[in-house]
T-cell receptor, first 117, second 112 residues
Framework: SAVISQKPSRDICQRGTSLTIQCQVD?????MFWYRQQPGQSLTLIAT?????????ESGFVIDKFPISRPNLTFSTLTVSNMSPEDSSIYLC??????????????FGPGTRLTVT | QKEVEQNSGPLSVPEGAIASLNCTYS??????FFWYRQYSGKSPELIMS????GDKEDGRFTAQLNKASQYVSLLIRDSQPSDSATYLC????????????FGTGTRLKVLA
């Protein structure tokens, strides 16, 4: 499976500021996703990062709050904008298989632990 | 609202025993199911995927799927203390897509 890295691994930010999280994959992948895992909770899908077009957001998540870029098939960024303490979470990127291969497995990056004070 | 449900645990088993983890899902249209292991402070690691009814074995792990009853299980044979982690069950949000919905996870403790 692909090797996935994320930067930063953790950060402490003040409310009202923004943080951009980077996700880098060592090979070209078609499907990339961004998830959030709030303290003690499970994972929630934020959006699908589409290469060359706008991200597709899930219910409850909007582009103004979580802008996403996907400039190529190995890289994506997620920005958490105008942060509040409720945004304190682990943010994870994941990659999926090439469509049409008959498998649907996703692999996760190491995550970014964000604390908003 | 589509849901994946798991018992939060902790499930405690002695070393060498079989650990049985269960998961139910609400959407009868779900076709793809996954088990992830998550150690504290780490990201989820894929253990098993299963798409067809029946059993799928990989080493000490066996995933079982029963679509009629809408449940998925994971058996861990010869449990080791290193298996102590939270196990997350996931299902596809929409059949044939790559979007997942996760359960809240079951915490497993293997006692030495």
């Amino acid at each position: 499976s692909a090797v996935i890295s994320q930067k930063p691994s953790r950060d402490i930010c003040q409310r009202g500021t923004s943080l951009t999280i980077q996700c880098q994959v060592d090979s070209q992948v078609t499907m990339m996703f961004w998830y959030r895992q709030q303290p003690g909770q499970s994972l929630t899908l934020i959006a699908t990062a589409n290469q060359g077009s706008e991200a597709t957001y899930e219910s409850g998540f909007v582009i103004d709050k979580f802008p996403i870029s996907r400039p190529n098939l190995t890289f994506s960024t997620l920005t958490v904008s105008n942060m509040s303490p409720e945004d304190s979470s682990i943010y994870l990127c994941s990659v999926g298989p090439t469509p049409g291969q008959g498998t649907y497995e996703q692999y996760f990056g190491p995550g970014t632990r964000l604390t908003v004070t | 609202q589509k849901e994946v449900e798991q018992n939060s645990g902790p499930l405690s088993v002695p070393e060498g025993a079989i650990a049985s983890l269960n998961c139910t899902y609400s959407d009868r249209g779900s076709q793809s199911f996954f088990w992830y292991r998550q150690y504290s402070g780490k990201s989820p690691e894929l253990i098993m995927s299963i798409y067809s009814n029946g059993d799928k074995e990989d080493g000490r792990f066996t995933a079982q799927l029963n679509k009629a009853s809408q449940y998925v299980s994971l058996l861990i044979r010869d449990s080791q203390p290193s298996d102590s982690a939270t196990y997350l069950c996931a299902a596809d949000l929409t059949s044939g897509t790559y979007k997942y919905i996760f359960g809240t996870g079951t915490r497993l403790k293997v006692l030495a």
